[in-house]
């Protein structure tokens, strides 16, 4: 249906670094359809980053993670009352290709599309779509969520789409601890051990760059490393702690973003600020390189269908190189 008012559902639930590097496609979709009713059903801890987002109409959160903890059967009844409560939908999108998104689409009311049988991450995730798209998973990831996105609604877009964006999120005002001179931050967590650059890399980083480094902690865990860092450190500080909302507003006032393969790191290039990425386990399939966005991979090599969690390479990544590199993107 090509109607201007059609309404829209995307699921993309998690990760928050996938999440960041989806909502690209809303600015695709509203210059083709500005007038399009678009719904975001996103995984309840990430949701905060979506709500109030100015090109959609709501972000519907879901509870899937707190059901999961609970195992509570009222929480799972009444999630599901609310998905088949929700208006019919002219085009329902899993962006994920897993089975819980896919599950998702299945409570909603319309035609859905997704990722094919070779395409999803979870091949029985196909079952549940009406129409499908052939998108190899070793593909670009920004370039497959807005492809499964674009075809499902019949857009056609070329990477100047992309690589034109505006800023993907608001900015608010600059901090306090960001007034003055440039800064750099500093993301030194990650979802698995394996893709942390070491702290005492980090150290010997943040001691020879030219200007503050900001230390982006989002666990007790990793606040002891950032204060661990920050102790023997004359130019690193450690970050207060911050919302989705507050953390992608600090990161897009900072001028340069140094850090491991998730969602913090990957802001950056949403809110259109210079990056480097640092890679071990995955490769720079996870971002969309541009001038001021750039990758630097350790010595491993990578098969992105069998990861490797055991891969700890990236300590190999020598500081020097990332310097270099820093001193050229500020």
């Given amino acids: 249906m090509n109607s201007p008012h059609m309404r829209i559902a995307i699921v993309r639930l998690s990760a928050l670094g996938d999440i960041v590097n989806t909502a690209v496609v809303l600015q695709i979709i509203r210059h083709r359809y500005p007038d399009a009713v678009i719904d975001w059903y996103v ?19 879901v509870p899937l993670k707190k059901m999961k903890k609970t195992k509570s059967l009222h929480l799972l009844h009444s999630t599901i009352h609310e998905l088949k409560s929700r208006p019919s939908y002219d085009h329902i999108i ?6 819980k998104s896919a599950l ?17 991450r979870e091949k029985i995730a196909a079952w549940f779509y009406d129409t499908a798209s052939a998108i190899p998973y070793e593909m670009n990831v920004i370039k497959r969520n807005v492809l499964v996105i674009t075809e499902a609604l019949g857009i056609t877009y070329d990477e100047n789409d992309i690589i034109n964006k505006k800023p993907l999120f608001e900015l ?4 306090e601890s960001l007034k003055g001179e440039k ?7 990650a979802s698995w051990p394996s893709k942390c650059y070491p702290k005492e890399h980090f150290l010997t980083l943040c001691d ?14 990793e606040r002891d490393d950032a204060q661990w860092i920050a102790e023997r450190s004359h130019n690193a500080h450690v970050a207060p702690k911050m919302s989705l909302r ?25 809110m259109n600020r210079a990056s480097i990425t640092l890679f071990g386990p995955t490769n720079e399939r996870m ?16 098969n992105i269908l069998k990861i490797n969690r055991d891969d700890f390479s990236i300590r190999e990544i020598n500081p020097s190189t990332i310097l270099q590199k820093a001193k050229e993107l500020l």
């Avoid at 979506?50 to 519907?60: F, G, R």
């Avoid at 020879?208 to 865990?221: F, N, T």
């Avoid at 600090?250 to 949403?270: S, V």
């Fill in 43 to 61: 995984e309840e801890a990430f949701a905060p980053i979506l709500t109030a987002h100015p090109l959609l109409n709501s972000a519907i959160s």
């Fill in 94 to 99: 899993d962006a994920q290709g897993l089975l």
């Fill in 104 to 120: 998702i689409t299945h409570f909603l009311k319309g035609k859905v599309h997704g990722f094919d049988r070779q395409s999803a």
């Fill in 172 to 175: 608010h005002e600059k901090p």
């Fill in 183 to 189: 800064n750099i931050a500093c993301v030194i967590g």
């Fill in 208 to 221: 020879v760059l030219p200007y503050p480094c900001h230390l982006i902690w989002g666990s007790e865990a």
């Fill in 246 to 270: 507050e953390l992608i507003s600090f990161i897009g006032h900072c001028d340069l973003t140094i850090g491991n393969d998730t969602g913090p790191t990957h802001m950056a290039w949403a």
């Fill in 287 to 302: 971002i969309f390189p541009t001038a001021i966005n750039i990758g630097i991979k350790s010595p491993s090599s990578v």
